[in-house]
């Protein structure tokens, strides 16, 4: 294919690496010319994701994707997808970058200020030379960065929703700056391929329960975008929850609205802020977010309510976490840094029902 | 069966019907002689509940609930469970107080002062002298004043964990008074047997979705049980969500901590509150409340973290919508009206996985 | 779109109508430009679907799609897919027909023999001279037939799986005539938009149970379109089962299995008979069905296991009904119907999981 | 407690073993009195099963349940039930019961004859002394035989519906003899407490399919069964399938139609052999077995179904796999060896919806 951009996706064995491939298989400017593995080395797409079985490129063998292995990804390609886990992508990122390979990190290792790796992420970041390099991707706010970026930052999928929905409202000064709080329902695709008993279907079916509170590391990094967008540092609360369903995170943010400030007024300001965009779908006043109208594609939805009676703005926004929280964002990302138009293969229409 | 009270069950065709009857099947002291229906009036409960048609009482048929039938209830009947939607129990209910009998009504129509109905409920309440003696049913707060009650208002699934969780903290002064968001979230069986498209499978697998944001009638519930219990008077927001599962209400709530409040300090404020209580189970720190722990229970599992870097308490709660959140709970409710031990009846082992 | 065929969507407020529109807004030939409902009629579809609201034609009002209206259908459209009810379709096709339109019929009005319409439909047939004409549109099967035709049955999702499993293996005599005996599951889009208790989540959740037995309308159809692939004519039980999924219809078909028969003939059979047709995958030896790995994809996967112990051949099939077994065979079918490679426009890549 | 029984679980980690505990609180006449475990011992019950944790014997500690440790079991009670492994009951049993203990093992070590483990279970069984001496322990067809049993083999979750389904109507001659096909369909909790990726909820989210055909190690328990009732010895098939529910079997069998035999002779020759048994639902013709009626209860419904056309009886059972195909009527035939009436303690209202 003449004219496409050699792709290297690492990490292929999990959710997100298989939807990178089954995304990147429909777009007509990027290719996929190699795939990292880790427990998976040796195996071949079609055994790893028996639903890409399909695909010309099923028989292709899984490669293991480490420090030693950098010279292999950069003959093979020019952009990096890395969807490693959090640790593994900021230890092969350097090498990766010093090969002149353009990197999209899914991972959060290069979304946050090294300073903030220690606390929430459990490590002393490897290469904090990077880190102010990175662009934060999230292309609605940021995408002005992102032509000829060499390093770019994949949101976590529980923030982009947040980030989009406060930014202009803060911004507006709609919202009053103080402690922001926000309540997340995901299901389990989140919670990626590895087996563990509280990822049963018998554990969480007719199951709902919070976890990881209030120490999730998707906290700092909403603040962090939040500051990005707006210069303004409100401190987060996010409390995480699990309900059986694969695909979706839905976010309920509650925030201290401004006087007098309307339902109409918060949804004009969002809907201004994003007109023309072709992801973001602000909700009429009266209509409700529904998680399942975003699933199979690159949408978020959004909608805000005032609620005058206590001083709150609601702010609720859904995706599906694996295409717009994780490898549809990475490669509206790449689009953009590539100079492609940013909906570039991208699906917008739900699998719905 | 000697020495025990005659019950009625008034919409009886419903869910929350249907599990007073179940529960009812195996309560020493409570024998259910009179079933009432409105649309389903003249089916036997077997036809209308086809897992009760084991039951001895199985072929009994409903008959219809309205004013002209009191004088049947009454002859059959002491006590009346009433599940009759919003407004039809306020519009029988003084009848059946009036014959004498001993009234737990499980709709809304008897929880809030007079003033509230038009705006929440959508009626003008036309039995408020009713309302100032009916006690609100919330047993391990208001219990003392139920032994001889003549009508209690049996509280909504959603503000029984909320209050509960919040009554104490405020009491002990580890929260400071002001708004208090609540995030809830509830499976299908809350939504009733009546179809909808909304309720349909299809709608509701791999969805997540608020509905009727702001104006949920169970928020001036919580404002005036938290004010009951207390005697402060928080302005609160709720914003309930749909979620896959069937039983199971799960709440999340955003108060103000006060100053040095710890994540120990505010579990033991809630384990002093509710020690020997039978029907509360206050998590340690670091376990994470789970709704399926409670399911077929009339159990309420609650937890509370401190988060000091938003000043925030967060205090999650969870029950089972049919027992602790409607039937369960009337019938614990009935037991101490009584005078029997609270737990006559009740189950308290969830049916897991 | 220059070249384009103009098409009409009848029926498009049901979830087939809205997955037909979902599909041809990505296909490169076919253009929708007339939208029919019957209910629905008067709303725009982004009204009536709001998951199709980013489409250029959400604003475009659903007509209704009567035979009065049939004028307005042919001015607008050359190909007309019927989603119309059982009976509503037979009742408009033949003036559409008139009229010089090309029709698929996604309903069972075309498929049968007229016999069998008030034994199996309840309905004598109003067009027979049209069910002689009427191609039955499994196109592996059957699509030689498919240029130029002017009326195609798109066939059940039922039958597709357990028609395609079983003719290549009957045609060569691996199987012994006799009695066919089919096991169906099915998720709930295939019961439709319409709101009943039965396809409430509360009411399949956690649920299987089999329906319609033995008495099912599709049971027919697999008996015909074996013998219109085979010329033989086993009777054919059939028995389908709801189970709590959304998408996708298993079969399992227990046939009597001829002496000295093995998995692999079994197997090799089915695959060569479906070699080089980009929508069947048959699966080797000790591999199993998955009908999540159809999802969203015009695919159905076969196996087939031979059991000496007991000379039964089990053969298993699987799609998703909603494409394979509707939508994506119709269009698959106008597809062959207009010249077009049969693939064009249709989706092999399972959204999963 | 004076008067009951001292009864030792062992596998209680596993979900039947923790069903066992939770039926086995509310039994009046059955004292649990050890806890063994393996991978868990030295945990409290309570640590291992959170949703028992409000049980008096909560914080007993799970023991090794090994051969060692026979002399501590033997000390602490008089009656074993053994949801060990499979091969792991085996190796314990004969010492128990050399012990002077009375053993239920619902694993399938005692369920077939000796000559059949090492094709079906992969070992040769270590007491062949026992297998005739234990009985087979389907209370409704060989209850007879349990009064004062030293050794219960506690019948598999599928092979209990087919046998009570087949046994009468094979005895009665409304069956034709020769090959019975079983096409089984489960939830999850069959699959066990064990983390695979098979069992992940988004694995099973959406998904029908078929496992371990024709292999699986209830195909010669339906054989054995069949004959032990009947002295008749057909073949069987058995297909089991995977859907995504937590509880719940239902078999879909399909055996030859003796001539002339209508639904209504099969109703009710099923029918009169169940008559007064608490435990078997006959459903009348027109219904339909839904196994959520029997959720969290010890019952079986079952259905029978005559084709005509195709020479076929469509017998359809359906069961909670932890209760009566597991706990629940390991529970029944304790209570009929010890003389209880067989419904001591076990439940037949099902938690609906």
Same sequence: chains 1, 2, 3, 4.
């Avoid at 071949?44 to 030693?68: D, R």
């Avoid at 709609?174 to 389990?188: E, F, H, N, Q, S």
């Avoid at 999730?216 to 699990?242: D, K, S």
């Avoid at 609205?257 to 992801?279: D, K, Q």
């Amino acid at each position: 294919m003449t004219g496409s951009t050699r792709v290297a996706v690492l990490g292929a064995s999990g959710y997100t690496g298989g939807e990178l491939v089954r995304l990147l298989a429909s777009h007509p400017a990027l290719e996929v010319t190699f795939l990292g593995g880790q427990g998976s080395a040796g195996k071949t797409l079609g055994e790893v994701h028996p639903h890409l079985a399909g695909l010309p490129i099923a028989g292709q063998v899984l490669e293991t994707a480490e420090v030693s292995g950098v010279a292999a990804v950069a003959a093979a390609a020019e952009l990096v997808f890395s969807a490693l886990p959090h640790g593994a992508s900021a230890a092969i990122a350097p090498a990766l970058l010093d090969a002149g390979l353009t990197v999209v990190d899914l991972a959060g290792d290069f979304r946050l200020p090294a300073a903030a790796y220690p606390e929430w992420y459990g490590f002393e970041h490897p290469a904090p030379q990077w880190l102010t390099e990175a662009v934060y991707g999230l292309p609605e706010l940021f995408g002005v960065q992102l032509p000829g970026a060499r390093l770019v930052a994949n949101p976590g999928c529980y923030p982009t929703p947040v980030i989009l929905g406060c930014a202009p409202l803060l911004d507006a000064g709609l919202l009053v700056p103080g402690p922001i709080r926000v309540d997340g329902k995901t299901g389990l695709s989140g919670a990626g391929r590895g087996a563990t008993e509280a990822s049963l279907f018998t554990s969480t079916e007719d199951s709902v329960r919070p976890y990881r509170v209030p120490r999730h590391q998707h906290t700092p990094e909403m603040e962090h975008g939040i500051t990005l967008a707006t210069g303004l540092a409100p401190a987060v609360l996010f409390v995480p929850h699990l309900v059986p369903t694969v695909r979706g995170v839905l976010t309920t943010t509650y925030a201290s609205l401004a006087e007098g400030v309307t339902t109409e007024a918060l949804t004009e300001c969002l809907a201004a802020a994003y007109e023309g965009r072709p992801f973001v779908r602000v909700l009429a006043p009266g209509q409700m977010v529904d998680s399942k109208r975003t699933r199979a594609t690159n949408l978020v939805e959004l909608q805000a309510i005032a609620d005058p009676r206590t001083g709150t703005a609601v702010i609720v926004g859904a995706l599906d976490n694996l295409v717009k929280g994780a490898a549809g964002q990475a490669i509206q990302n790449a689009n953009l840094l590539l100079g492609l138009p940013e909906e570039t293969g991208l699906p917008t229409l739900a699998v719905y029902p």
